[in-house]
């Protein structure tokens, strides 16, 4: 019987309507990353899986190598692969890092606006970094910067164009690191 009502709830929840919210964020990207404790723009040199369980999130911890600088330890949710480069904002909070975060790892939080973790993409180009914004963030940059955005047609299974592909792409819309940086 138990196993009935878990299924039940598990289909309630598969079947449920996905929607997906947009944050606004009142601060542009310049202005957070100027009012930020530290950032960086380096790459994972190694990670480790800090915790997991059933019915909890992943929990990572990388080393976040930067050229010319000294590493740091972050603690985070967001999955990232090693070698992958990543713009790490820290913005001192109040939020205890959760069990399995390694010792001395500044805990990153999903959902905050100050402190965050961006994947990077050099994919286009080997010469320049591409910063991925959130799909679910609306956010100026507060400089002129190069964009690439994507506008994607995804269709459900019956045919009908939808435009939920949060989960199709890390992001929909690109900002360049190189003019960005000239900003802060």
């Known amino acids: 019987m138990r196993s009935i009502v878990l299924s039940g709830l598990f289909l309630l929840a598969v079947c449920g309507s996905a929607e997906a919210t947009i944050v606004r964020s009142d601060t542009t990207l310049v202005g957070t990353i100027n009012g930020a404790d530290k950032y960086v723009l380096g790459?994972?040199?190694w990670s480790a899986v800090g915790a997991f369980g059933y019915g909890k999130p992943f929990l990572f911890?990388?080393?976040?190598a930067v050229d010319g600088g000294q590493a740091i330890l972050v603690c985070s949710h967001a999955p990232l692969i090693i070698g992958q480069k990543a713009?790490?904002?820290i913005k001192q909070h109040e939020e205890t890092a959760p069990v399995g975060c390694a010792k001395g790892a500044t805990f990153i939080p999903m959902g905050r606006l100050d402190t965050f973790m961006y994947p990077v993409s050099s994919a286009l180009d080997k010469e320049r970094d591409w910063i991925a914004i959130p799909p679910a963030l609306n956010q100026e940059v507060g400089c002129k910067v190069q964009t690439l955005d994507y506008d994607l047609n995804v269709k459900d299974g019956a045919g009908k164009s939808t435009r939920d592909y949060a989960a199709a792409l890390s992001s929909s819309r690109f900002v360049l690191?190189?003019?960005l940086r000239k900003c802060l």
């Open 43 to 45: 790459y994972v040199r």
């Open 177 to 179: 690191w190189q003019d």
């Open 87 to 89: 713009l790490v904002v």
């Open 61 to 64: 911890n990388y080393q976040i």
